[in-house]
């Protein structure tokens, strides 16, 4: 069993920052890539950043300068420093990975349960 947690949303003023975090727990072998993706009420959920196993990152245009996305190898956990929050970043976000598993070997995309952030004007 896999399973990815996520932490660190809440309600913060524009302007403002708040740090998310998503672990992995389980039997794992390895973890590939790593995101965040969100979902705001009434739209489609979207890639916000990524990171592979090597460091490499991309961000959607819109939180470029703003968010950086960063991971801890050893912890199986990725993170996301959000800084100068918008109104337009309140949304649901959600940890994704591509994680093999142990026994026998499987590579599988997993989710996370979703942490809300509401940024306030």
């Known amino acids: 069993q896999v399973q990815l947690v996520e932490s660190g949303g809440g309600l913060v003023q524009a302007g403002g920052s708040l740090r998310l975090s998503c672990a992995a727990s389980g039997s794992i072998f390895g973890i590939n890539h790593m995101a965040w993706y969100r979902q705001a009420p009434g739209k489609q959920r979207e890639l916000v950043a990524a990171i592979t196993s090597g460091g490499s990152t991309n961000y959607v245009d819109s939180v470029k300068g703003r968010f950086t996305i960063s991971r801890d190898n050893g912890k199986n956990t990725v993170y996301l420093q959000m800084n100068s929050l918008k109104p337009e970043d309140t949304a649901v976000y959600y940890c994704?990975?591509?994680?093999?598993?142990?026994?026998?070997?499987?590579?599988?995309?997993?989710w996370g349960q979703g942490t809300q952030v509401t940024v306030s004007s």
């Open positions: 994704n990975a591509e994680i093999t598993r142990l026994g026998p070997l499987t590579v599988r995309n997993y």
